[in-house]
Nanobody, 120 residues
Framework: VQLQASGGGLVQAGDSLTLSCLAS????????MGWFRQAPGKDREFVAG????????NVTDSVKGRFTIFRENAKNAVYLQMNNLKSEDTAVYYC??????????????WGQGTLVTVSS
């Protein structure tokens, strides 16, 4: 599976942004898809994950109520809708595919990352 993330940019606090991740490869539908982020000087952290059919979703507490993950299997795509962005959301965001969970090592495939900068 190859992943291509896009949609990052510079926004102001309170703004919204949607990240996209396009996947290629025959096993896309069998993977848990996740979004992680890594701020400067910090470890990569789990943001959200979603199962193939969408029945299972997990969103980390710090973004719950503001971020939504969804996927369109027909387009081999997964998205992260981010609302009411805060300066602490500033990070490089990565999409990932794999067996699932919240640890980076549980995801086998990674996109290249897209930078989100939120100015206060």
């Amino acid at each position: 599976v190859q992943l291509q993330a896009s949609g990052g940019g510079l926004v102001q606090a309170g703004d919204s942004l949607t990240l996209s991740c396009l996947a290629s490869g025959p096993t896309f539908s069998r993977n848990i898809m996740g979004w992680f982020r890594q701020a400067p000087g910090k470890d990569r952290e789990f943001v959200a994950g979603i199962s193939w059919g969408g029945a299972w979703q997990n969103v980390t507490d710090s973004v719950k109520g503001r971020f939504t993950i969804f996927r369109e299997n027909a387009k081999n795509a997964v998205y992260l809708q981010m609302n009411n962005l805060k300066s602490e959301d500033t990070a490089v965001y990565y999409c990932a595919a794999g067996a699932g969970g919240t640890c980076p090592r549980e995801f086998e495939y990674w996109g290249q990352g897209t930078l989100v900068t939120v100015s206060s």
